[in-house]
């Protein structure tokens, strides 16, 4: 059954989209940019801190779910400069344990707003 997820501790749709849509065992997470919830404003111009921002707004719709990052069984990250991979990674990394979800990282021409950094997932209810 198709149930969307919604919590306004992540940043609200900025389009037609769900936060998230579950599927009974699997959920998407809709593409997450670093915006603030609470201002829907970039938390910040420098690619680290934007990239904590997209990773907890990933957790607070995970949690929605009932669940968290260890859940994660694919993510995809976009970056509009892939001069940025290392920092993304590392603090990609710090919110995940081993083992580490399947991953795609790709630099893209413009993401929405101007962002620096974009992270999308698929989780599994165990």
């Known amino acids: ?21 579950d599927l009974g065992n699997l959920l998407f997470v809709s593409g997450q940019i ?5 201002t829907q404003a970039f938390v910040s111009d420098d ?3 934007q990239t904590e921002q997209v990773m907890k707004n990933v957790g607070a719709i995970l949690k929605e779910a009932g669940l968290d990052y260890k859940h994660i069984a694919k993510a995809n990250i976009y970056l509009d400069n892939m001069d940025d991979f290392a920092v993304v990674n590392e603090v990609y990394a710090s919110f995940l344990s081993e083992p580490y979800p399947a991953r795609a990282a790709i630099e893209v021409g413009k993401l929405p707003k101007g962002a620096k950094v974009e992270v999308e997932a698929i989780a599994v209810k165990e």
């Open 47 to 49: 690619v680290k801190e």
């Open 1 to 21: 059954m198709f149930k969307p997820i919604a919590t306004d501790q992540a940043p609200a749709a900025i389009g037609p989209y769900s936060q998230a849509v």
């Open 34 to 38: 670093p915006l603030d919830p609470e």
